[in-house]
């Protein structure tokens, strides 16, 4: 079975750092563009991070350098560090995955979800 695993998730204190991780695993042949999402209570799900196969990255506005992603292809894994995190920035964090998996072809896959909360 196909699927993206998330860890990394908390509770932090404002300005504290967070890593959040997401594996794919299962009969994947190829692992295309990864993303980072999340979701606030009675808000809309809205794109964190983006990176490319190539390593191509673009970022929500309200990042503002705070964040990083990056992915490491031989695991299959993608990362989101979250540095100066502050309590707007409380949320589910969910990962997402554009996989090639054989006899279904290339498919959007999504994480479980992993909750950060920022607060003191």
């Known amino acids: 079975q196909v699927q993206l695993v998330e860890s990394g998730g908390g509770l932090v204190q404002p300005g504290g750092s967070l890593r959040l991780s997401c594996a794919a695993s299962?009969?994947?042949?190829?692992?295309?563009?990864m993303a980072w999402y999340r979701q606030a209570p009675g808000k809309q799900r809205e794109l964190v991070a983006h990176?490319?196969?190539?390593?191509?990255?673009n970022y929500g506005a309200f990042v503002k350098g705070r964040f990083t992603i990056s992915r490491d292809n031989a695991k299959n894994t993608e990362y989101l560090q979250l540095n100066s995190l502050k309590p707007e920035d409380t949320a589910v964090y969910y990962c997402?995955?554009?996989?090639?998996?054989?006899?279904?072809?290339?498919?959007?896959?999504w994480g479980q979800g992993t909750q950060v909360t920022v607060s003191s």
């Open positions: 997402n995955a554009d996989l090639w998996v054989p006899a279904v072809g290339v498919k959007e896959y």
């Open positions: 299962g009969s994947i042949s190829n692992v295309y563009a």
């Open positions: 990176i490319t196969s190539g390593g191509r990255t």
